[in-house]
């Protein structure tokens, strides 16, 4: 599931502790021991080498775009700048290219993209990995509601489950959406 950018980058120090945890191999009561960030960031660049050397092991291991993208927000977090890990961006990036679903590339170039989240929807929209509803969903997932209703003008609204989600999401440009494509159907008719 996609989920907002901001939202998955506020990670909670119980979340850096089971991430230690699931890329060791060894239960390390040390980590447990860590009751706040800075502790535990400090216990890590202790033991840099080791928790790189297991982090880079378990995102080459994990299936599924979800699981590589939680792990990757952590790889970066502890371990960006790194020369292996610009070496697994470049790896994570082509793979992401070769996925059939835009929002799975989106999913992980966000995270590897030196770009603000909007130009990066746009790149993907005009390269033809996402259609115009994708970019919409994303675009509200991202609460960015004025991009996703630029594209969702361009868009048939023929898509429930995004117009609803829109709706909740944005209300009033929602109305004005709908206005809008109110105005566009009588014009359309009364020159047929």
Avoid: W
């Avoid at 994303?138 to 209703?149: L, Q, S």
């Amino acid at each position: 599931m996609l989920d907002n950018y901001f939202k998955l980058m506020n990670m909670r120090l119980e979340e850096m502790k089971e991430y230690l945890h699931h890329i060791e191999d060894n239960y390390d009561e040390n980590i447990d021991f860590c009751f706040m960030v800075s502790q535990l960031n400090d216990y890590v660049n202790n033991h840099r080498e080791h928790y790189l050397h297991l982090a880079l092991k378990s995102i080459i291991n994990e299936k599924g775009v979800d699981a590589i993208e939680k792990n990757l927000i952590m790889l970066l977090y502890f371990f960006n700048g790194e020369k292996e890990v610009e070496q697994v961006k470049i790896i994570l990036k082509r793979m992401a290219m070769q996925y059939h679903k835009g929002i799975h590339v989106y999913q992980i170039l966000r995270h590897i993209m030196n770009m603000d989240n909007v130009s990066l929807i746009h790149i993907l929209f005009n390269k033809g990995y996402l259609n115009v509803n994708e970019a919409a969903f994303i675009n509200i997932v991202e609460e960015k509601y004025e991009e996703a209703f630029e594209y969702l003008k361009e868009s048939e609204l023929d898509n429930e489950a995004l117009l609803d989600y829109f709706c909740a999401s944005a209300p009033r440009l929602y109305h004005q959406l709908m206005r809008r494509n109110k105005t566009n159907a009588l014009y359309r008719l009364s020159f047929a």
